[in-house]
Protein backbone atom coordinates (compact mmCIF):
# COMPACT_ATOMS: atom_id res chain seq x y z
CA UNK A 1 0.00 0.00 0.00
CA UNK A 2 3.14 2.20 0.96
CA UNK A 3 4.22 1.82 -2.09
CA UNK A 4 1.11 2.89 -3.78
CA UNK A 5 0.31 5.86 -1.88
CA UNK A 6 1.37 9.02 -4.43
CA UNK A 7 -0.04 7.81 -6.92
CA UNK A 8 -3.55 7.88 -4.75
CA UNK A 9 -3.05 11.14 -3.74
CA UNK A 10 -2.32 12.44 -7.15
CA UNK A 11 -5.53 10.41 -8.00
CA UNK A 12 -7.41 12.05 -5.46
CA UNK A 13 -6.62 15.07 -6.24
CA UNK A 14 -7.81 14.70 -9.99
CA UNK A 15 -10.79 12.97 -8.77
CA UNK A 16 -11.40 16.25 -6.65
CA UNK A 17 -11.63 18.48 -9.60
CA UNK A 18 -14.77 18.23 -10.35
CA UNK A 19 -16.12 18.92 -6.67
CA UNK A 20 -14.00 21.98 -6.73
CA UNK A 21 -15.75 22.72 -9.90
CA UNK A 22 -19.24 22.21 -8.79
CA UNK A 23 -18.48 24.22 -5.42
CA UNK A 24 -17.32 26.92 -7.49
CA UNK A 25 -20.14 27.48 -10.06
CA UNK A 26 -22.42 27.04 -7.51
CA UNK A 27 -20.88 29.64 -5.05
CA UNK A 28 -20.15 27.88 -2.29
CA UNK A 29 -16.76 29.45 -1.80
CA UNK A 30 -16.07 28.39 1.41
CA UNK A 31 -16.78 24.50 0.58
CA UNK A 32 -14.75 25.03 -2.62
CA UNK A 33 -11.69 26.64 -0.33
CA UNK A 34 -11.95 23.79 1.45
CA UNK A 35 -11.59 21.06 -1.90
CA UNK A 36 -9.29 23.37 -3.38
CA UNK A 37 -6.97 23.02 -0.14
CA UNK A 38 -7.30 19.33 0.73
CA UNK A 39 -6.44 19.29 -3.19
CA UNK A 40 -3.08 21.29 -2.60
CA UNK A 41 -2.21 19.39 0.21
CA UNK A 42 -2.54 16.04 -1.63
CA UNK A 43 -0.26 17.55 -4.34
CA UNK A 44 2.62 18.15 -1.14
CA UNK A 45 1.74 14.93 0.27
CA UNK A 46 2.27 13.00 -2.85
CA UNK A 47 5.85 14.46 -3.67
CA UNK A 48 6.97 14.24 -0.10
CA UNK A 49 5.66 10.75 0.40
CA UNK A 50 7.45 9.66 -2.81
CA UNK A 51 10.95 11.04 -1.49
CA UNK A 52 10.10 9.78 1.88
CA UNK A 53 9.48 6.18 0.89
CA UNK A 54 11.77 6.31 -1.87
CA UNK A 55 9.26 5.34 -4.51
CA UNK A 56 9.55 5.86 -8.41
CA UNK A 57 7.74 5.32 -10.98
CA UNK A 58 7.11 5.71 -14.67
CA UNK A 59 3.30 6.30 -13.59
CA UNK A 60 3.61 8.32 -11.35
CA UNK A 61 6.10 10.67 -13.39
CA UNK A 62 2.67 11.04 -15.43
CA UNK A 63 -0.40 11.19 -13.02
CA UNK A 64 1.34 13.67 -10.64
CA UNK A 65 1.56 16.94 -13.91
CA UNK A 66 -1.63 15.30 -14.80
CA UNK A 67 -3.24 16.11 -11.96
CA UNK A 68 -1.65 19.28 -11.33
CA UNK A 69 -3.08 20.29 -14.72
CA UNK A 70 -6.43 19.10 -14.40
CA UNK A 71 -6.82 20.47 -11.14
CA UNK A 72 -5.58 24.07 -12.10
CA UNK A 73 -7.36 24.56 -15.35
CA UNK A 74 -10.41 23.42 -13.68
CA UNK A 75 -9.79 25.73 -10.68
CA UNK A 76 -9.20 28.59 -12.98
CA UNK A 77 -11.52 27.94 -15.66
CA UNK A 78 -14.51 27.86 -12.95
CA UNK A 79 -13.10 30.89 -11.33
CA UNK A 80 -13.41 32.35 -14.81
CA UNK A 81 -16.64 31.45 -15.21
CA UNK A 82 -17.89 32.80 -11.66
CA UNK A 83 -16.51 35.91 -12.67
CA UNK A 84 -13.50 35.86 -9.75
CA UNK A 85 -10.53 36.04 -12.34
CA UNK A 86 -10.33 37.65 -15.57
CA UNK A 87 -10.58 35.99 -18.90
CA UNK A 88 -6.96 36.93 -19.44
CA UNK A 89 -5.44 35.58 -16.49
CA UNK A 90 -7.99 32.43 -17.62
CA UNK A 91 -6.74 32.35 -21.08
CA UNK A 92 -2.79 32.22 -19.73
CA UNK A 93 -3.20 29.63 -17.82
CA UNK A 94 -4.79 27.20 -20.22
CA UNK A 95 -2.58 28.60 -23.27
CA UNK A 96 0.56 27.56 -21.41
CA UNK A 97 -0.73 24.18 -20.18
CA UNK A 98 -1.82 23.79 -23.77
CA UNK A 99 1.57 25.07 -25.36
CA UNK A 100 3.37 21.87 -22.70
CA UNK A 101 0.89 19.43 -23.82
CA UNK A 102 1.10 20.46 -27.68
CA UNK A 103 4.90 20.23 -27.39
CA UNK A 104 4.71 17.12 -25.55
CA UNK A 105 2.33 15.35 -28.05
CA UNK A 106 3.92 16.53 -31.02
CA UNK A 107 7.53 15.40 -29.50
CA UNK A 108 5.97 11.55 -28.92
CA UNK A 109 4.83 10.99 -32.41
CA UNK A 110 7.72 12.82 -34.53
CA UNK A 111 10.92 12.65 -32.03
CA UNK A 112 12.49 10.41 -29.74
CA UNK A 113 11.99 12.45 -26.72
CA UNK A 114 10.21 10.16 -23.98
CA UNK A 115 10.66 12.24 -21.05
CA UNK A 116 9.12 15.71 -20.05
CA UNK A 117 10.17 16.51 -16.23
CA UNK A 118 9.08 19.63 -14.86
CA UNK A 119 10.89 22.33 -14.07
CA UNK A 120 11.61 24.17 -10.78
CA UNK A 121 9.37 27.32 -12.63
CA UNK A 122 6.96 24.62 -13.76
CA UNK A 123 6.82 24.21 -10.38
CA UNK A 124 6.61 27.60 -8.92
CA UNK A 125 4.01 28.14 -11.38
CA UNK A 126 1.50 25.48 -10.11
CA UNK A 127 2.44 26.61 -6.37
CA UNK A 128 1.44 30.20 -7.23
CA UNK A 129 -1.75 28.82 -9.48
CA UNK A 130 -2.56 27.04 -6.67
CA UNK A 131 -2.26 29.56 -3.87
CA UNK A 132 -3.98 32.25 -6.30
CA UNK A 133 -6.74 29.72 -6.72
CA UNK A 134 -7.04 29.64 -2.82
CA UNK A 135 -6.81 33.35 -2.04
CA UNK A 136 -9.56 34.13 -4.76
CA UNK A 137 -11.80 31.94 -3.48
CA UNK A 138 -11.04 32.78 0.84
CA UNK A 139 -12.08 36.82 -0.80
CA UNK A 140 -14.50 36.77 -2.82
CA UNK A 141 -15.45 40.12 -2.55
CA UNK A 142 -11.63 40.87 -3.26
CA UNK A 143 -10.59 43.12 -0.36
CA UNK A 144 -7.38 42.07 -0.87
CA UNK A 145 -5.54 43.80 -3.97
CA UNK A 146 -6.20 42.10 -6.71
CA UNK A 147 -3.71 43.39 -8.60
CA UNK A 148 -0.93 41.99 -6.33
CA UNK A 149 -3.15 37.93 -6.12
CA UNK A 150 -3.46 37.95 -9.92
CA UNK A 151 0.44 38.91 -10.02
CA UNK A 152 1.21 36.06 -8.13
CA UNK A 153 0.05 33.45 -10.48
CA UNK A 154 -0.01 35.35 -13.74
CA UNK A 155 3.72 36.16 -13.53
CA UNK A 156 5.17 32.55 -12.64
CA UNK A 157 2.86 30.94 -15.02
CA UNK A 158 4.74 33.72 -18.16
CA UNK A 159 7.92 32.80 -16.70
CA UNK A 160 7.66 29.05 -16.90
CA UNK A 161 5.72 29.15 -20.45
CA UNK A 162 8.95 30.99 -21.62
CA UNK A 163 11.07 28.45 -19.37
CA UNK A 164 9.50 25.69 -21.14
CA UNK A 165 9.89 27.34 -24.32
CA UNK A 166 13.53 27.31 -24.06
CA UNK A 167 13.95 24.26 -22.56
CA UNK A 168 11.94 22.43 -25.45
CA UNK A 169 14.19 24.15 -28.13
CA UNK A 170 17.16 22.98 -26.21
CA UNK A 171 15.69 18.62 -25.94
CA UNK A 172 15.38 19.07 -29.54
CA UNK A 173 18.52 20.26 -30.11
CA UNK A 174 20.05 17.65 -28.10
CA UNK A 175 17.74 14.64 -27.25
CA UNK A 176 20.23 11.90 -26.14
CA UNK A 177 21.33 13.93 -23.23
CA UNK A 178 17.61 15.09 -22.33
CA UNK A 179 16.48 11.78 -22.65
CA UNK A 180 19.10 9.97 -20.17
CA UNK A 181 18.09 8.30 -17.02
CA UNK A 182 18.74 11.83 -14.80
CA UNK A 183 15.90 14.33 -15.03
CA UNK A 184 16.44 17.73 -16.20
CA UNK A 185 16.10 19.79 -13.40
CA UNK A 186 17.63 16.87 -10.66
CA UNK A 187 13.72 15.71 -10.44
CA UNK A 188 12.73 12.14 -9.48
CA UNK A 189 10.28 10.75 -10.92
CA UNK A 190 7.84 9.45 -8.33
CA UNK A 191 5.01 8.11 -7.10
Known amino acids: ?26 GHERLALAVLLLAAITDFLDGWAARKLRVESALGAYLDPIADKLLLVTVYFSEGLAGYLPPWLVALVFGRDLMILAFAAWALCFTRLRRFPPS ?14 LAVLADPSARLDRGLVLATAAVPT ?22 SSTAIDGGVKRG
Open 1 to 26: MSRKLPNLLSLLRAALAPAVAWTILR
Open 120 to 133: IWGKISTAAQIATG
Open 158 to 179: AWSGLHYIWRGIMMLRDPARNN
